[in-house]
């Protein structure tokens, strides 16, 4: 089995401030929360691995993508890092030849109360719906897994986060970790031992799956809506090729290849 990661760090099971999630610009602070984001990433590879696993591939996937400390990883993973502008970007490295993708650390979409980093991407954003849909970081990049053919199985984060996606119900074979619950400005969080349990356990179930069905269809269309929080970004960005301008704060995209989509995200969001 061949199985694809990719991982961010807002969704860990401490973090709960911007600060907390830049080791570059303040690493005294970092420090404790890039080790949880690999400790996390560890245990869903060991789960992973006791499932069968014997080739992972991990995407750094957070600001600089030099987060995880590779040091610290299965012998049998491999880790991207950094970014070179490829749309895939946080699943960037996922191809036809993997078995089912995971998603760790992951976080609420822009405008959702569940964690105190809730965001899309970006923070230029209030709101952003994919086919009506909220659109957070795992529905953009799950949707890029499946175009390669790549069933996503596992999603960790905090609790609004898993409960917006379970409800959207995409994906038939998800399985969810919830280590966190945030409102407003506070979280909730498991012990950092306990996540990581909680983790590898539920990554173990989720690629011990029958995985035949396991692959979500992607839709015929999409309807990509942004509003931003200042009305200047939502004209400036209107014109991006495919977008129109829907009212102060908002714009729209219609289109029937997802890899517009994808391709727009490192531009405008």
């Excluded at 719906?129 to 596992?154: D, K």
Aim: with cysteine.
């Amino acid at each position: 089995m061949k199985v694809f990661i990719s991982a961010d760090i807002e969704g860990t099971t401490l973090t709960n401030s911007w600060n907390q999630t830049h080791p570059v610009t303040d690493l005294a602070t970092a420090k404790m929360h890039t080790q949880q984001m690999t400790n996390e990433v560890v245990a869903a590879c060991e789960g992973a691995i006791a499932a069968g696993a014997t080739e992972i591939l991990i995407k750094d996937a957070h600001g600089s993508a030099i987060n995880i400390d590779p040091t610290q990883l299965p012998e049998c993973a491999q880790i991207i890092r950094s970014w070179n502008g490829h749309p895939y970007a946080m699943a960037y490295g996922v191809d036809s030849t993997f078995d089912a993708a995971m998603f760790v650390g992951y976080h609420s979409a822009a405008g959702r109360r569940g964690n105190p980093l809730s965001h899309t991407y970006s923070t230029k954003t209030t709101s952003v719906r994919l086919n009506g849909m909220i659109c957070t970081e795992f529905l953009l990049f799950s949707y890029a897994c499946a175009l390669e053919g790549v069933p996503s199985v596992l999603l960790t984060g905090d609790k609004m986060l898993t409960e917006d996606s379970l409800a959207q119900n995409v994906h038939p074979k998800l399985k969810t970790v919830a280590v966190k619950d945030g409102l407003g400005g506070m979280i909730r969080c498991l012990h950092p031992n306990e996540a990581c349990r909680r983790i590898r356990a539920a990554a173990e179930e989720a690629c011990k799956q029958d995985l035949t069905d396991a692959l979500c269809t992607l839709p015929k269309h999409f309807t990509l809506e942004l509003s931003y929080k200042e009305h200047r970004d939502a004209v400036r960005y209107s014109w991006f090729p495919g977008f129109r301008l829907i009212d102060d704060h908002t714009i729209r995209m219609d289109t029937d290849n997802y890899m517009d989509v994808l391709g727009c995200v490192s531009y405008i969001f």
